[in-house]
């Protein structure tokens, strides 16, 4: 799976966006980009996933670049609530391989949203 | 409702130990996970079963044995605790993309 780097940490207002890069230069064709969370003794949390086009659910937007080599997740209106560590994950999801579902969590961003 | 639950959320016990961590999903995902936590907060992927076959095993001790009885169900079985086997354990399931994760299994070796 491909490696990501993204920055150790970051901060943000309540109330504003909080816009997290992640870059994955070596990311192949089958694999997706993921983001999880993981608030303070808590088990991670999927936010979103997305191959080439832009995303949105109810937690965050994904933008992925278009030659794929990097993303950034928004989350349009962060509270205190959204402190954690941020992963950016590139995975391969094909069914039946030896890697399927394998997610390999790097250090992650630490979100610190203040009042 | 508990999506994915684990049981002891808390675990201490002796070096040398067997000891046993129990996972369940009431999701009917087919395929479901174990990760340990260590210290440094190092997230690391330790087994994966698709329909209670393995099909990911990451160079682990064979100290460790999952066992899956059924599609809802990856126990994790540690033989001979050592100290370094403390760390905090997540079990995890999924169905095709999303993963979605326990509250954990704090084990601690004194």
């Known amino acids: 799976d491909a490696k990501t780097t993204q920055p150790t940490s970051m901060d943000c207002a309540e109330g504003r966006a909080a816009n997290l890069p992640c870059n994955h230069s070596?990311?192949?064709?089958?694999?997706?980009v993921y983001w999880y969370r993981q608030i303070h003794s808590q088990g991670p949390q999927y936010i979103i996933h997305?191959?080439?086009n832009n995303e949105t659910n109810e937690m965050a937007s994904l933008i992925i670049t278009e030659d794929r080599k990097s993303s950034t997740l928004i989350l349009p209106h962060a509270t205190l609530r959204d402190t954690a560590v941020y992963y950016c994950?590139?995975?391969?999801?094909?069914?039946?391989?030896?890697?399927?579902?394998?997610?390999?969590f790097g250090q992650g961003t630490i979100l610190t949203v203040h009042p | 409702d508990t999506a994915v639950s684990q049981t002891p959320k808390y675990l201490v016990t002796q070096m040398g130990n067997d000891k046993s961590i129990k996972c369940e999903q009431n999701?009917?995902?087919?395929?479901m996970y174990w990760y340990k936590q260590d210290s440094k907060k190092f997230l690391k992927i330790m087994f994966s079963?698709?329909?209670?076959?393995?099909?990911i095993n990451e160079t682990v001790p064979n100290r460790f044995s999952p066992k899956s009885p059924d599609k809802a169900h990856l126990n994790l079985h540690i033989n001979s605790l050592e100290l370094g086997d403390s760390a905090v354990y997540f079990c995890?399931?999924?169905?095709?993309?999303?993963?979605?994760f326990g509250p954990g299994t704090r084990l601690t070796v004194t």
């Open positions: 079963y698709n329909n209670k076959e393995l099909i």
């Open positions: 994950i590139v995975s391969s999801s094909n069914a039946g391989g030896t890697s399927y579902g394998k997610l390999t």
């Open positions: 995890a399931s999924s169905l095709q993309y999303e993963q979605y």
């Open positions: 997305g191959l080439k």
């Open positions: 999701l009917g995902h087919d395929t």
């Open positions: 070596t990311i192949s064709g089958n694999e997706y």
